[in-house]
């Protein structure tokens, strides 16, 4: 059985920092590209970032590049999402998910599991 479980969620302040890690089990963790999502109440769940099988290649949505970064410890089936900067507009149930693929894709279609999410709240 997959599960996916993230962690890491919190209230911030705008301009602070959160780590998100999410730990993988029941799969072959190094045979999946890994990635980040979230959902904002009433809006669609939209990509944030993935990272390829081997760490080797990562993929970001343009509104958090140069804010946000994604890594992986495939010796913990962990992957981590480190949040800097923290807007308002950040604020969002974060979830991470696994994509049976070599590459980091975009789109939640593509994906084959996912977590239950944490959820990340930015105040002004």
């Known amino acids: 059985q997959v599960q996916l479980v993230e962690s890491g969620g919190g209230l911030v302040q705008a301009g602070d920092s959160l780590r998100l890690s999410c730990a993988a089990s029941?799969?072959?963790?190094?045979?999946?590209?890994m990635g980040w999502f979230r959902q904002a109440p009433g809006k669609e769940r939209e990509f944030v970032g993935a990272i390829s099988r081997s760490a080797l290649s990562t993929a970001y949505a343009d509104s958090v590049k140069g804010r946000f970064t994604i890594s992986r410890d495939n010796a913990k089936k962990t992957i981590y999402l480190q949040m800097n900067s923290l807007k308002p507009e950040d604020t969002a149930v974060y979830y991470c998910?696994?994509?049976?693929?070599?590459?980091?894709?975009?789109?939640?279609?593509?994906?084959?599991?996912w977590g239950q999410g944490t959820q990340v709240t930015v105040s002004s």
């Open positions: 998910a696994a994509d049976r693929k070599l590459v980091p894709r975009t789109s939640v279609e593509e994906y084959d599991y």
């Open positions: 029941g799969l072959t963790f190094t045979m999946y590209a």
